[in-house]
């Protein structure tokens, strides 16, 4: 059926578009695109060896997240991110949690009310992803936590019942992660250098106590800073 076909390549396109997205975002993440490093929308088709209108979509897709810029005729680069950038990030970040949390005080929440067998079990999910970033801080892989850090930030904000915050937190997160992937990379060993509270978090969480839970984000963000500051001055 001609509807049917139809619809079917629209969502194959649409998948498509979203895999090669994940892939280039996965190769800034990685280190492999860095900053400043220009392509176009025929050398990423060619690599992938796909067509160029889900490249063309997912370039456009990726330059809305604030990870790529469009050369105009020419074609894009990875957005170069400055240490000021990164402290605005880390406070719009900080401002994203914070209002969790105050819905989380004033009981205008879903965190573990609506069905507490389901959210508690979904928080020790959470709980698991922080246990496994923790283990790649402490191990200093910083491609393991990345991914483990971006899963665990997303599925705890979940948990907050709000779509709208929860999408905003991760392409804060996703961007803050590719300004700091540019300096961290450098460093030759990484254990010790990078923040390990998440399980703390989720522990105030579940306790509900919003005190200790501002106060280990206040602490990760000034560690966050004082690393990336400390190596972009060399």
């Known amino acids: 059926m001609p509807g049917s076909s139809g619809g079917n390549g629209a969502v194959t396109r649409s998948t498509l578009r979203q895999q090669i ?117 402490a191990a200093g892989d910083l491609t393991i936590l990345i991914g483990y850090d971006l899963r665990f930030w997303r599925e705890l904000g979940a948990l907050f019942g709000n779509p709208y915050l929860t999408d905003f937190l991760h392409r804060l997160r996703v961007q803050s992660w ?3 992937v540019q300096h961290l990379r450098r460093l030759s060993d990484l254990r010790g250098a990078l923040w390990s509270g998440h399980t703390d978090l989720v522990d105030a969480l579940a306790r509900r106590d919003t005190k200790t839970a501002r106060a280990i984000v206040a602490a990760y963000n000034e560690h966050a800073l004082a690393l990336l500051e400390r190596l972009a001055d060399g």
């Open 21 to 137: 997205a994940d892939a280039l975002r996965d190769e800034v993440l990685g280190g492999r695109l860095q900053p400043g490093q220009e392509f176009t929308v025929k050398e990423i088709a060619e690599q992938y060896g796909v067509s160029a209108t889900p490249v063309r979509e997912a370039l456009v897709d990726l330059s809305a997240q604030g990870l790529l810029d469009a050369d105009q005729h020419r074609g894009f680069h990875v957005h170069e991110y400055s240490v000021a950038d990164y402290r605005g990030i880390v406070e719009a970040r900080s401002l994203v949690t914070d209002g969790m949390f105050h819905a989380l005080d004033n009981g205008r929440d879903t965190f573990l009310r609506s069905d507490q067998a389901r959210a508690v079990a979904a928080l020790a999910g959470v709980r698991r992803r922080g246990e496994e970033a923790q283990r790649a801080a």
């Open 178 to 180: 590719v300004c700091a």
